[in-house]
């Protein structure tokens, strides 16, 4: 019996997933508090209680992330771009590009047909285009990010941002409330703001084939449906498991594979 483990270890959030003959057993999300060692233990523990099982029924285990040098048990190290490319065509069979949407970065991916990087490109160097972006910018408008893709549905008259910068924008909204704007109209602004700052990122990696989102971002349907319209193209929905646990995902089946 072979049931291998990832652990994805991000700037925000840390995901485990337990994954039996390409199936998940169990799954677990938590925040990372900055703290890898302790964030990895106690996302495992919680998968792993999940499934009934212990570390040491586990077969392998990939460990994954920018928090993946600091885990406290044995595992490989694969980047996450890897685990991410593996866990979006697992996710998605016909996935050929994918943006994956983190906390801190954000990463526009091309496949090869066997489900390898065939190119990347990285924005990790300012906010504008992260998860953090939405974060900041939604407690500024005082509603919780898991709602902004609800402002975008709602939305009659979505602002335009005057800068994508995370700082000017923060006061941007201030203003845009104190003009009277609606809470729903900045929101979908929001989305709209962080779809233009990916779509600069996927045109000049280039689109090609389907396209989907993977990271916590994908949750927000609202810069889903953005990037839709500013690209014109399709963004495919992920149903087969939640998006933000893609990196965890391909690193279970790469620990499955490298058994091989
Ligand atoms: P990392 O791997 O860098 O720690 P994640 O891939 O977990 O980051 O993504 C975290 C981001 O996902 C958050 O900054 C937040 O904007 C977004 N997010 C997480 N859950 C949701 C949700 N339910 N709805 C909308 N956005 C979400």
Redesign the pocket.
Known sequence: MSITAGC?V????A?AVIMEKGRILASA?IR?RARPEEASREVMDLALKEAALSINDLTGITRT?YGRGRMPFEGKEISEITCHGRGARWLLPSVKTLID?????CKAIKLKSDGSIDRFITNDKCASG???F??VMAKVLGVP??D??TCSERADHPVTFSSSCAVWAQADVIRLLNEGHGVDDIGAGINNAMAARVAVLLNSLGLDGDLCIT???A??LGVAKALETQLGCRVRKIRKADP?LA?AIGAALLAEENLK
Do not use: M, P, Y
């Not at 949407?101 to 970065?105: A, P, R, V, Y």
């Open positions: 994805d991000g700037s925000l959030t995901k999300v990372s992330g949407i983190g906390g801190q970065d992260t998860g953090r939405l974060d990010v898991e902004l893709a990271g916590g971002v949750k927000n933000q990196g």
